[in-house]
């Protein structure tokens, strides 16, 4: 069993920045994908930037967040950051934490995660 929770939403105005945390408590494994998705309103659950955790291998993002947002990892911390820069009024959403099973291959699937956090808001305003 995996728990999430997630920290750091809130408003800001377009071109702003803001971080997101994701601390996670049992299971993470050398394989697991963690990493962040997000949910408009209207919209279906979509991968944002997700990681590898001990893999060495890129973080993976969609192509919209491409060059604007940063996974990274804190593995001693078994902790997951979003930083997301440049913020667009397209980028308010629900944002969720994620965790995938022991090992993941396919890394933005979203039906590879088997654990979320409870999410949180982010509001971009124009």
């Known amino acids: 069993q995996v728990q999430l929770v997630e920290s750091g939403g809130g408003s800001v105005q377009a071109g702003g920045s803001l971080r997101l945390s994701c601390a996670a408590s049992?299971?993470?494994?050398?394989?697991?994908?963690m990493g962040w998705f997000r949910q408009a309103p209207g919209n279906e659950r979509e991968g944002v930037g997700v990681i590898r955790i001990g893999h060495g291998d890129s973080p993976y993002y969609a192509d919209s967040v491409k060059g604007r947002f940063t996974v990274s990892s804190d593995n001693a911390k078994d902790t997951v950051y979003l930083q997301m820069s440049s913020l667009e009024p397209e980028d308010t959403a629900i944002y969720y934490c994620?965790?995938?099973?022991?090992?993941?291959?396919?890394?933005?699937?979203?039906?590879?995660?088997?654990?979320w956090g409870q999410g949180t808001q982010v509001t971009v305003s124009s």
């Open positions: 049992g299971s993470i494994y050398s394989g697991t994908c």
């Open positions: 994620a965790a995938s099973g022991q090992y993941c291959r396919t890394p933005m699937d979203i039906t590879a995660y088997y654990y």
